[in-house]
C-alpha cells in the first residue's frame, strides 16, 4: 500500500502547541522549528530546547507498528550528547536537561518508540485507532512522536557539531 | 507482492480483488472475528509461502515443488491446543538526511507466521522472513518461545 512519510514538530507551549513540517532538525537555543544554528547556537555547557518531533505516516494502510529510532551515522563532538524518549506527551519544550536517555546508535532489537492510541488526519484532526492500533477508515495515518535534546559540556568545542544521519525502520499492514 | 487469505467457509480474500483494486489487510482482520482463516499465502519475487493456521506449518513452493515446514520444536506443550494467531508484515527502513528526507532504504523484509500461548502462558511465535533478492538470504525462519 502507497503511504507518505513526513516529519513535523510541535513547538509554542502545552495547551496552545503549534506544528510544522519540518524541513531539518537543528538543535538551537529556541523554542522553534527549522531554525538555523548560527541564530540560535547552544553556548558550551548548556543545552538545546527539547524537541518534539512527530513521524507521521499517511495513505491506506492497516496498521504501523514496531517503530524503532536510532542514530544510524555522524561523530559526537567532545561532551555532546543527544537525548531521545520515544514514550511522552507534549510539553512546553525547555533547555532543562530533560533526563532522556541518549539516542542508540545501532537499530534497537525492539521497539523504541510508541505508536499512541491517538492517530493523525490532515493539519489539526486527531482521531483514535481500534483495539491494537488497527485504523479502521481510510486515508487516516498514524504518528510516532518523540523528544530529542543535545547536551554538551564546557569542554565541547566552539563551530558545528558533525552532521548525523537518523534511521528509523517500522512494520506495515 | 500478493497476498490470499483463505477461510473456513471457502471464501477467500486477495490483496487484489476482482476489479484489480488493492485490498487493505484489515479486510482480513476483520473476517477472522467471525470466520476461522486456515491458511495464508504470500507470492513475492516468483515464489509462494503459505502458513497453516490449523498446524501452523509453512510451505514454500519453488517452481513445481513445494517444501513443508513445521516448526514446532520438542518440549512445546500442547501444540494441538494451540490457538494461531496470524503475523504479517512489510518492515521498511528509511534513512533521513539534514532536510529530513528519506535518503535510502526501502523493503527490509516480509513476514508471514504465528503466535500462540502454550499452556504455561509463553508466547510462540515462528516467522518466516522474506528478504529482497538483494540482500544474501531469500528467506530465513525466526523463532522465539
Same mark, same amino acid.
Given at each position: 500500500?502507497?503511504?507518505?512519510?513526513?516529519?513535523?514538530?510541535?513547538?509554542?507551549?502545552s495547551g496552545s502547541n503549534t506544528e &510544522?513540517?519540518?524541513?531539518?532538525?537543528?538543535?538551537?537555543?529556541?523554542?522553534?522549528?527549522?531554525?538555523?544554528?548560527?541564530?540560535?547556537?547552544?553556548?558550551?555547557?548548556?543545552?538545546?530546547?527539547?524537541?518534539?518531533?512527530?513521524?507521521?505516516?499517511?495513505?491506506?494502510?492497516?496498521?504501523?507498528?514496531?517503530?524503532?529510532?536510532?542514530?544510524?551515522?555522524?561523530? @559526537?563532538?567532545?561532551?555532546?550528547?543527544?537525548?531521545?524518549?520515544?514514550?511522552?506527551?507534549?510539553?512546553?519544550?525547555?533547555?532543562?536537561?530533560?533526563?532522556?536517555?541518549?539516542?542508540?546508535?545501532?537499530?534497537?532489537?525492539?521497539?523504541?518508540?510508541?505508536?499512541?492510541?491517538?492517530?493523525?488526519?490532515?493539519?489539526?484532526?486527531?482521531?483514535?485507532?481500534?483495539?491494537?492500533?488497527v485504523i479502521n477508515g481510510p486515508g487516516?495515518?498514524?504518528?510516532?512522536?518523540?523528544?530529542?535534546?543535545?547536551?554538551?559540556?564546557?569542554?565541547?568545542?566552539?563551530?558545528?557539531?558533525?552532521?548525523?544521519?537518523?534511521?528509523?525502520?517500522?512494520?506495515?499492514? | 507482492?500478493?497476498?490470499?487469505?483463505?477461510?473456513?467457509?471457502?471464501?477467500?480474500?486477495?490483496?487484489?480483488?476482482?476489479?484489480?483494486?488493492?485490498?487493505?489487510?484489515?479486510?482480513?482482520?476483520?473476517?477472522?472475528? &467471525?470466520?476461522?482463516?486456515?491458511?495464508?499465502?504470500?507470492?513475492?519475487?516468483?515464489?509462494?509461502?503459505?502458513?497453516?493456521?490449523?498446524?501452523?506449518?509453512?510451505?514454500?513452493?519453488?517452481?513445481?515443488?513445494?517444501?513443508? @515446514?513445521?516448526?514446532?520444536?520438542?518440549?512445546?506443550?500442547?501444540?494441538?491446543?494451540?490457538?494461531?494467531?496470524?503475523?504479517?508484515?512489510?518492515?521498511?527502513?528509511?534513512?533521513?538526511?539534514?532536510?529530513?528526507?528519506?535518503?535510502?532504504?526501502?523493503?527490509?523484509?516480509?513476514?508471514?507466521?504465528?503466535?500462540?500461548?502454550?499452556?504455561?502462558?509463553?508466547?510462540?511465535?515462528?516467522?518466516?522472513?522474506?528478504?529482497? @533478492?538483494?540482500?544474501?538470504?531469500?528467506?530465513?525462519?525466526?523463532?522465539?518461545?
Amino acid at each position: 500500500m502507497a503511504t507518505t512519510f513526513w516529519w513535523r514538530e510541535l513547538n509554542g507551549s502545552s495547551g496552545s502547541n503549534t506544528e &510544522t513540517t519540518l524541513t531539518n532538525i537543528n538543535f538551537g537555543n529556541s523554542n522553534s522549528a527549522n531554525l538555523t544554528p548560527a541564530s540560535y547556537p547552544i553556548a558550551a555547557g548548556n543545552n538545546s530546547y527539547t524537541k518534539y518531533v512527530i513521524g507521521i505516516w499517511s495513505g491506506d494502510f492497516t496498521q504501523i507498528n514496531n517503530v524503532k529510532f536510532w542514530k544510524a551515522s555522524g561523530s @559526537l563532538v567532545t561532551g555532546e550528547t543527544i537525548q531521545m524518549t520515544g514514550s511522552i506527551e507534549f510539553a512546553t519544550p525547555s533547555a532543562t536537561d530533560a533526563g532522556d536517555p541518549a539516542v542508540v546508535t545501532a537499530q534497537p532489537a525492539v521497539a523504541n518508540v510508541n505508536i499512541p492510541w491517538w492517530q493523525y488526519e490532515g493539519a489539526t484532526a486527531w482521531f483514535a485507532a481500534g483495539p491494537g492500533g488497527v485504523i479502521n477508515g481510510p486515508g487516516s495515518g498514524s504518528t510516532m512522536p518523540m523528544r530529542l535534546q543535545m547536551l554538551t559540556t564546557a569542554s565541547s568545542p566552539a563551530g558545528p557539531v558533525n552532521t548525523k544521519t537518523f534511521a528509523i525502520t517500522y512494520d506495515q499492514q | 507482492m500478493l497476498w490470499k487469505a483463505i477461510f473456513q467457509d471457502g471464501t477467500t480474500i486477495c490483496s487484489i480483488n476482482a476489479q484489480g483494486a488493492e485490498v487493505l489487510f484489515r479486510e482480513v482482520l476483520n473476517k477472522e472475528k &467471525t470466520v476461522e482463516l486456515l491458511e495464508f499465502r504470500v507470492e513475492y519475487l516468483g515464489k509462494n509461502y503459505s502458513v497453516s493456521m490449523l498446524d501452523g506449518s509453512f510451505t514454500i513452493g519453488i517452481d513445481d515443488d513445494a517444501i513443508k @515446514l513445521f516448526t514446532m520444536e520438542v518440549g512445546v506443550a500442547n501444540p494441538a491446543d494451540f490457538k494461531y494467531r496470524l503475523i504479517y508484515y512489510q518492515r521498511h527502513i528509511q534513512y533521513f538526511g539534514t532536510a529530513m528526507d528519506s535518503v535510502g532504504g526501502g523493503l527490509a523484509h516480509i513476514g508471514i507466521g504465528w503466535q500462540a500461548t502454550d499452556k504455561d502462558g509463553v508466547n510462540i511465535k515462528r516467522v518466516l522472513k522474506l528478504h529482497p @533478492l538483494s540482500t544474501s538470504a531469500i528467506f530465513e525462519l525466526e523463532s522465539k518461545g
